[in-house]
Each structure stands twice: as structure tokens, then as C-alpha cells.
Nanobody
């Protein structure tokens, strides 16, 4: 079984910072990528950022220059440093990992339970 456990959400004023963490655990053989998605009320879930096993990253245009993703491969953990937060960043943030389980054949997507980020104006 695989679990993704997130932490670090909360309430912050506009212009402030938050750091999210997500640790993957369980019978994991290999992780291809880890990333963060978010879903605001009434909107579809959208990709925020992703980091691949080789270290390359992608960011949504709306967060470029403000958010930074990093990864500790030894700990199967991904971090999201969010600076200069705006009210429009308010959403539930979900951790995602594309991974191969021990004894598995295919890479599959796994999700965390979500953590609320609220930015007040």
C-alpha cells in the first residue's frame, strides 16, 4: 500500500509565505515524478508544479517566480515553497506522485488527502 501525507497548509495574509510538504511511504519501487495540484471552489483541479526524477520542473504560469518545488529523493518527499501569496492562490492543494510499486508493472498516479491554503486580502 502507498500513502501520500501532506502537511503545511493554513491561513496567511496576501504577500506571505507557506511551505507544503508531502511524504510518500509504503511499498514503493520507483517514483517518476511528484507534484502539486490545486482546486479552488467551483473550479477544476489544476496543475501547479511538478518535479521529475532527474530534477527538471514545470510550473503553471500563474505561480512562476513565486513558488518553488523541491524534492528529497532519499525521503520520497516533495516540498512546495510558496512566496508572495495572493488571494487567488486559495485552494485545496493535493500532492501527486507517479510511481511504481514494488512488484508492480505500471506506473500509476497516487494522491494525498489535500491540504487547505487560504490567502486573505
Amino acid at each position: 500500500q502507498v500513502q501520500l501525507v501532506e502537511s503545511g497548509g493554513g491561513l496567511v495574509q496576501a504577500g506571505g509565505s507557506l511551505r507544503l510538504s508531502c511524504a510518500a511511504s509504503g511499498s514503493i519501487f520507483s517514483i517518476s515524478s511528484m507534484g502539486w495540484y490545486r482546486q479552488a471552489p467551483g473550479k477544476q483541479r489544476e496543475l501547479v508544479t511538478v518535479i521529475f526524477s532527474g530534477g527538471s520542473t514545470n510550473y503553471a504560469d500563474s505561480v512562476k517566480g513565486r513558488f518553488t518545488i523541491s524534492r528529497d529523493n532519499a525521503k520520497n518527499t516533495v516540498y512546495l515553497q510558496m512566496n508572495s501569496l495572493k488571494p487567488e492562490d486559495t485552494a485545496v492543494y493535493y500532492c501527486n506522485a507517479r510511481l511504481l510499486r514494488s512488484g508492480g508493472i505500471w506506473y500509476n498516479d497516487y494522491w494525498g488527502q489535500g491540504t487547505q491554503v487560504t490567502v486573505s486580502s
